[in-house]
């Protein structure tokens, strides 16, 4: 086994900072995954073509697996474990979710509601075509896309509501 | 009892969403223990080899490594020949899993490598190296079953086992009596990949008594014997966790995991070649110690992950002159890999059997497997019926042609009706006595799909012009959900409170099947659904139910839970009597955690108080268990039966298909939940893949597989088509408590014939290979313009010609 090399970044997850030792080969996935026990995030391809393992990098929609940990110094993440509030609620996007059965399996659905959730950020009000331009890279294996375009809308109407 | 349902049938959430949603469902995948070892596999490089030598000391000698297992100290699970790249050669245990991959690195194997083969058609050769040494690569399916002994009613009383084909009848007689007689081959599925997002593994720890492994498997109580017979412990001492599993698409049936390596007449039901499980059983037995062993890529999945093999098929059937079919032969080829996999032969049991059991008189499928060295061929939803319908209902579209009758219409003359012969060849399933159509109205499901498609609008090919060309097509499927001899134990605890807690053993892989469960047990119990909570995901909690497969969830665990609810309101019933002044427990009745009675519902008691009545003080409430015990006889059988319906656009330059819209309704008996019904339609996508592009491809040179990842193997996404779910309720089916067949699993068997018709329909060229690419299109319509031919299967008039003429097409 070669000599570990190890390096120390500061990370913000879901708000928290924490300061944790790496080594250089390993992806934000694992980190979150296996460093910080958060197993919400998904990993399936491995190779940034399922979506998965999206989280939110400073505010734009990131494949955790295709970032490397080493590169997260300083940076802002937010996991499917964030969205939560501290309420005892879910976050309008998990509860849109629910409503409109858009997880079946739901192993890609943590993936499916980051993205939505930074889709959402910058366009309140998306129409179905960019629902599909956002988020047309995450797959569903069940293939349950029309209630997975539901429930972005019902999410965006259900925001619009808080706001109004 | 369905007139005033409060619960059944109602849009409730699905089981677990609100933690699919935040994160929190716990996946087999996600499970870690303090002190967790990790395993790492190695894999065989060749397609054909035989070990001769394995040296581990380099690997065993880094610092870390705990355990390495060889076939010499692990035999039962590891092999000594290797007949695929990838199959297990040994298994790295070590304390992280940097440690373990790079020590399966430093293991100094010597193969003997071998001839092989990888290509279906390669395979088929005269002077093919044979996978199994003697055997011929085109290997007969012989535990075939005649039908015979036909009652009143036209269904057969007796199934036999037979070596030759499936059916009954004699089909040459039906062919000399046949008016018409359409015959086509060189249909070709293409290799499909299963769809399964969750990578196999198991997490497993021996504490020296117990062992308990959290295994991504939807057959957590079958599992439990087999990994018993690796770790050497009776099914008591172990423990199977499987909360959430990802969809199981032919996946988790997990017996090949712990199953002996090869044969040319193994039976497995379902993928988990890779050993995972059983490794790490094996090592954790060894250890005293939790070891997890994932598979560790993408490209793993994908050369364990087998999905539909390879199909050949070819087609002749028989009709008189107004369309009724008599007479149906059909021979099938299937790449099955390394294994004979006789399991899914039993379930390509040809849609003459069900769909088509009508006026069928005369019935023979022959089946072949094609031995290569690649992993067994498994299939998923549909498991066989989608490779070689592809064939039959493009065949039927062809025959509608020749007869001079409209597609749907020749459906229509056809289709079982309830009553009419269900017809399993699987010795998965018992054969008692007649078996028969439950319920359903597949005419209803027609109308419905040509009002929403317009179909009566839709012109034949030879009147389309342009270079872009609007098609519509259609096809039918059906599939057996469950059938004798399967079934499923229940338990359900009242709580004084008004409360239940239901115990099963319903793998979760997110069709809202628990959910369905729930329903079942609130209804039966008179209790809001939020009141009843499903244990159903470790075997130390639940009870034995039979593999979570084939649709046939809600009805072979639904009737145990139905039952066991029946048994604990007798008792609650019982104890009520006294308190309620009645005579009879049956006078009484329960909604909302209150006993009151029929004919005064004034007089009523909190369940608490029937609780306190057991003799027990009045700080310590017992608690009522009811059993539920169901196994499925002959009779009725549910059934799933739909039509696909596909409308598309083919660019005749680029050979490309363009906004594709899939209409897709099912006859569901009763929907017990709306939204999951329609969710359940929505996985056609998947079979629309295979459609699209989706096919693995082998370089026949290495053996190797070249697309074994996202970026090379095009699966379906938000953007590929459309689809439509419909589902009509045609009535209460006899084989559910509620009335519900099953839905999802016959999903696929249309979406390919369908497709192909839809593109017959729009430029009259007939595609006979999946994926239908834009090269498979624009070939075929080169071929037809250079034979001024359109594809279409020859008829026969028998009265006109005194031997029919057998089709030959390119």
């Known amino acids: ?164 | 009892m369905t007139s005033a349902l409060r619960v059944v049938g109602k849009p409730v959430h699905k089981q677990g969403d609100q933690l699919r949603a935040t994160g929190q469902a716990q996946y087999s995948s996600d499970a870690h223990l303090p002190g967790m070892l990790h395993g790492s596999i190695l894999n065989c490089p060749y397609p054909s080899a035989d070990l001769v030598s394995i040296d581990t000391s380099a690997a065993a000698a880094v610092p870390g490594v705990k355990l390495i297992l060889t076939p010499d100290n692990c035999s039962d699970v590891l092999a000594r020949t290797y007949q695929y790249i990838g199959h297990p050669v040994a298994c790295v245990v070590a304390t992280t899993l940097d440690i373990a991959q790079h020590a399966i690195t430093l293991i100094k194997v010597e193969y003997k490598q071998k001839a092989f083969v990888v290509d279906p058609d390669e395979a088929m050769k005269p002077d093919s190296p044979q996978v199994f040494p003697g055997f011929d690569n085109l290997h007969p399916f012989d535990l075939c079953s005649h039908f015979s002994e036909r009652n009143e009613q036209g269904l057969f009383a007796k199934r036999e086992a037979a070596t030759d084909y499936d059916g009954f009848g004699d089909v040459e007689k039906g062919f000399a009596e046949a008016d018409v007689i359409v015959e086509d081959e060189g249909y070709r599925f293409g290799l499909a990949h299963a769809p399964v997002p969750e990578r196999r593994g198991g997490l497993a720890h021996f504490d020296g008594e117990k062992l308990t492994v959290w295994s991504t498997t939807q057959s957590a109580q079958q599992t439990r014997g087999y990994i018993g017979s690796v770790a050497g412990l009776q099914i008591h001492n172990v423990r199977v966790i499987s909360e959430f599993n990802s969809g199981s698409f032919g996946a988790r049936g997990d017996d090949t995991g712990f199953l002996p390596d090869s044969g040319p007449d193994v039976a497995f039901m379902g993928a988990g070649h890779d050993k995972s499980v059983a490794l790490a059983v094996k090592a954790s037995v060894m250890l005293l110690k939790p070891v997890r062993i994932f598979l560790s890529s993408n490209e793993e999945n994908f050369y364990h992950f087998w999905g539909r093999g390879t199909t050949y098929c070819r087609v002749k059937l028989g009709f008189k002159k107004d369309g009724t079919l008599t007479t149906w032969d059909m021979e099938l080829a299937v790449n099955s890999g390394l294994f004979g996999n006789r399991w899914t032969f039993m379930f390509s049991n040809g849609t003459a059997l069900m769909l088509y059991s009508r006026n069928a008189e005369h019935v023979r499928i022959k089946k072949y497997a094609i031995f290569t060295n690649t992993p067994g061929q498994v299939g998923w939803c549909g498991y066989g019926n989608p490779e070689y319908m592809f064939a039959t209902e493009q065949v039927m579209d062809q025959a509608a042609e020749i007869l001079g009758m409209d597609p749907v219409e020749l459906r229509k003359k056809n289709h079982m009706r309830p009553g009419d012969n269900i017809l399993n060849v699987s010795r998965a399933y018992a054969h008692t006595g007649p078996n028969w159509l439950g319920s359903g109205d597949i005419s209803a499901v027609l109308d419905l799909l040509m009002e929403e498609t317009d179909w009566k609008s839709r012109k034949p090919a030879s009147e389309k012009t342009g270079v872009v060309r609007h098609g519509l097509g259609m096809a039918l499927t059906c599939q057996q959900c469950a059938g004798e001899g399967v079934g499923s134990n229940a338990i359900v605890k009242l709580n004084h409170d008004g409360t239940a807690e239901l115990c099963n053993t319903y793998a979760d892989t997110g069709m809202g099947g628990r959910s369905a469960c729930r329903q079942i047990a609130a209804e039966e119990l008179g209790l809001t659904f939020d009141k009843v909570r499903i244990i159903a995901g470790d075997t130390d909690a639940s009870v034995w139910g039979t593999s979570n497969a084939c649709s046939g969830g809600t009805m072979k665990y639904g009737w145990a839970v139905a039952l066991a609810c029946r048994d604990a309101l007798k008792t609650l019933f019982e104890l009520s009597a006294p308190l309620l002044k009645v005579a009879q427990p049956s006078e009484l009745a329960t909604v909302d955690g209150e006993v009151f009675v029929k004919a005064d519902p004034t007089r009523r008691i909190k369940w608490e108080q029937a609780f306190l009545n057991q003799g027990n003080n009045d700080i310590d409430h017992t608690q009522i268990v009811g059993k539920g015990v169901w196994i499925m006889g002959s009779g009725p059988q549910n059934t799933e039966k739909a039509a696909t319906f596909v409308s598309l656009d083919v660019d005749t330059e680029t050979g490309q298909l363009l906004n594709v819209k899939i209409y897709h309704c099912a006859d569901v008996g009763r929907a017990l939940n709306a939204k999951d019904t329609k969710a359940q339609i929505l996985r056609i996508h998947h079979g629309f893949e295979s459609v699209l592009g989706a096919t693995m491809i082998l370089d026949k040179a290495t053996g190797r597989l070249l697309n074994g990842s996202y970026i090379d193997y095009p699966v379906a996404t938000m953007w590929d088509c459309d689809v439509h779910p419909y589902y009509i309720e045609s009535g209460n089916d006899p084989t559910h408590p509620y009335g519900a067949v099953g839905l999802g699993q016959a999903l696929q068997n249309g979406i390919h014939a369908a497709t192909a018709n839809a593109i017959y329909n729009a430029i009259g060229v007939r595609i006979k290979d999946t994926p239908m690419t834009p090269d498979v299109i624009l070939k075929a319509l080169t071929s037809m313009g250079e034979q001024a031919v359109n594809g279409a299967g020859a008829a026969t008039q028998a009265g006109n010609e005194s031997v029919p003429r057998v089709c030959e097409t390119a």
Not at chain 1, 46 to 52: F, Y
Request: aromatic share 4%.
């Open chain 1, 1 to 164: 086994m070669p000599d570990k090399q190890y390096t120390t970044i500061t990370i913000t997850v879901n708000g928290d900072v924490f300061r944790l030792e790496i080594e250089p080969h390993w992806t934000l996935t694992r980190l979150i995954r296996t460093s910080l026990g958060l197993t919400g995030t998904k990993e399936h391809c491995d190779e940034g073509a399922c979506g998965m393992c999206t989280v939110i990098v400073d505010g734009r929609p990131t494949l955790s697996c295709m970032a490397l940990a080493a590169t997260m110094d300083g940076r802002n993440v937010m996991t499917v474990e964030g969205l939560t509030k501290h309420d005892g609620k879910l976050h309008p996007i998990q509860a849109a979710w629910v409503e409109e059965h858009g997880a079946q399996c739901g192993y890609c659905t943590p993936g499916f509601i980051m993205a939505t959730k930074a889709l959402l950020d910058k366009n309140p009000t998306p129409s179905t075509l960019q629902i599909k331009e956002a988020l047309g890279g995450n797959i569903c294996r069940c293939g349950n896309y029309e209630f997975i375009i539901n429930s972005v809308h019902a999410a965006a109407k259900s925001l619009q509501g808080d706001q109004a």
